[in-house]
């Protein structure tokens, strides 16, 4: 193979004067060329190795600008605009009365209502339809009985302007019993209360008893108190007989619910609905 030095040495292009160089400054030219073309290959695998890396980092970048879309927020519930009309006044015709005296015809209550209208529990009054304290009534309603043996009922029914206003009275009695399992009543006998385990249909409800202490192991006068919630309306009912003892109360008490039912089923009127 021919040496291409001495080619170069030798070579002319058509009667075109040359001035050949010599081979070792030829030799020493190529090395520099090969040294530069490595250098600008090596510089030029680094610029594309940034711009592999750069790539992804631009991408995301452009994520965080204005210009792109942005991914919806998280959807949060929608508060309801519905609101809960409450009955402010008791229908006209409302049954209160119904089944309290097995067919005879109730007494109407005055607009003051007597006995069951106020609850007051060792000298402190837990409940009142006719007055602010505790917690004020919007309107109230009652009827009363008495038979003609020592025995009488009555019930009170009272609105609240909502539902949680009518469980703050609910909730100052049955306060007021637990703080006072033994009144000593100032006059008399000492009055014993003691609450119940009964279950009214209704959203909230207790049931307890109040008897005098005549002697140890004594016990008559017997009142069986029922307060039941439904909605924004309150139902107190009472119920006394002159007995007393443990046999009474059982009786009493399943007597009075079965008594109590109808109402406490037309209470439903009262109970929360969504108005506009």
Same mark, same amino acid.
């Given at each position: ?24 400054? %030829?030799?020493? /030219? =190529?090395?520099?060329?090969?040294? +530069?073309?490595?250098? $600008? ?6 610029? @594309? !190795? ?92 009652? %009827?009363?009985? /008495? =038979?003609?043996?020592?025995?009488? +009922?009555?019930?009170? $029914? ?6 949680? @206003? !009518? ?110």
């Amino acid at each position: 193979m021919p040496d291409p030095i001495e080619e170069l040495q030798n070579f002319n292009q058509q009667g075109l004067h040359v001035n050949p160089l010599s081979a070792s400054e %030829v030799r020493r /030219r =190529g090395d520099r060329m090969r040294r +530069r073309n490595t250098a $600008l290959a090596a510089v030029g695998g680094i610029a @594309a !190795a940034v711009i592999v890396i750069a790539t992804p980092l631009a991408v995301v970048a452009n994520h965080d600008t204005d210009s792109s879309p942005s991914l919806p927020p998280a959807s949060q519930p929608t508060p309801s605009t519905d609101q809960t009309a409450w009955l402010q006044k008791i229908p006209a015709g409302f049954p209160l009365a119904e089944g309290l005296s097995g067919g005879e015809s109730p007494g109407h209550l005055p607009g003051s209502g007597p006995a069951v209208a106020d609850l007051t529990f060792c000298g402190v009054s837990t409940w009142s339809a006719t007055s602010d304290a505790p917690v004020k009534a919007v309107d109230f309603d009652g %009827v009363a009985f /008495r =038979g003609e043996s020592e025995d009488s +009922r009555s019930r009170v $029914l009272s609105l609240y302007v909502d539902d949680t @206003a !009518a469980q703050r009275a609910l909730d100052a009695i049955r306060a007021g019993v637990e703080a006072c399992p033994q009144d000593p009543n100032g006059s008399g006998a000492p009055l014993v209360l003691d609450v119940v385990p009964a279950d009214l249909a209704a959203d909230d409800s207790i049931v307890f008893t109040q008897q005098s202490q005549m002697d140890v192991g004594l016990l008559a006068d017997l009142t069986v108190f029922q307060v039941a919630r439904v909605g924004n309306a309150l139902y107190v009912a009472t119920q006394y007989t002159s007995a007393g003892g443990q046999q009474v109360v059982d009786a009493e008490v399943q007597r009075m619910a079965g008594l109590s039912a109808a109402v406490l089923s037309d209470m439903s009127i009262f109970a929360a609905a969504p108005g506009s």
